[in-house]
């Protein structure tokens, strides 16, 4: 069964700052798709950042950008120039190939954004 | 309206009562997904529905659960005689089948549910 991974429960970054999420993951499978998804405290999740596992390179969008290490099941977010309203819960989520389309959830990062 | 509504966004029952949500998808999506969030951990799935049928059931779906998806269009989840462990956020997300891969899912903001 596919798992995924996130070991920083919380992370912190000053304004205008960079900041690295961590996310593993394990699967046999060699297609599939890596999402990260933000969760403010409104609580409705929104789609920060796709990748397929096809693709060698990086998904970018703005200023969140993705280091991707299909070798080491690894799917790291970055984010550069930090804003107050990046302050969230981030999950990494994995969804495989097959037509179900369900995603796996990381047990998420709680981002703080310092002024 | 373009989003994922849920209703209610909270609702507070008493153990062994019966508790019904309902989630209307943005209208040209054809899947719906229900999943359980606990606090503190990220969503897990539950179910999910191609049009009116329920195609996958997680094993987290007890005999208490049970989703419908009448004419494929809005969804109810309803959960029978609810326990404390049920104590959970609700969130309901819906997808067009076609671009499912490429644009992920849009999530509603969920129902939290508390079984006191």
């Known amino acids: 069964a596919q798992t995924v991974t996130q070991s920083q429960p919380e992370m912190s970054v000053q304004e205008a700052e960079t900041v690295t999420l961590s996310c593993t993951y394990d699967?046999?499978?060699?297609?599939?798709?890596l999402f990260w998804y933000k969760q403010p405290p409104s609580r409705q999740m929104i789609l920060v950042i796709r990748?397929?596992?096809?693709?060698?390179q990086n998904a970018t969008e703005n200023r969140f950008s993705v280091n991707f290490q299909k070798a080491a099941k690894s799917f790291s977010l970055k984010i550069s120039d930090s804003q107050l309203g990046d302050a969230a819960m981030y999950f990494c989520?994995?969804?495989?190939?097959?037509?179900?389309?369900?995603?796996?959830f990381g047990q998420g990062t709680t981002l703080q954004v310092k002024p | 309206d373009t989003g994922v509504s849920q209703n209610p966004r909270h609702k507070i029952t008493k153990r062994g009562q019966n508790v019904t949500f309902r989630c209307d998808p943005i209208?040209?999506?054809?899947?719906l997904y229900w999943y359980r969030q606990t606090l503190g951990q990220g969503p897990e799935f539950l179910t999910y529905?191609?049009?009116?049928?329920?195609?996958?059931k997680s094993r987290l779906l007890s005999d208490r659960f049970s989703a419908e998806r009448p004419k494929g269009s809005f969804s109810t989840l309803e959960i029978q005689r609810t326990e404390q462990g049920d104590s959970a956020m609700y969130l309901c997300?819906?997808?067009?089948?076609?671009?499912?891969?490429?644009?992920?899912?849009?999530f509603g903001s969920g129902t939290r549910l508390t079984v006191v």
């Open positions: 529905f191609q049009n009116e049928a329920q195609l996958e």
């Open positions: 699967t046999s499978e060699s297609d599939y798709y």
């Open positions: 997300a819906s997808s067009p089948r076609r671009l499912l891969a490429n644009y992920g899912y849009t």
């Open positions: 990748q397929e596992a096809y693709k060698q």
């Open positions: 989520a994995y969804r495989g190939s097959g037509n179900t389309g369900k995603l796996i």
């Open positions: 209208s040209e999506h054809n899947r």
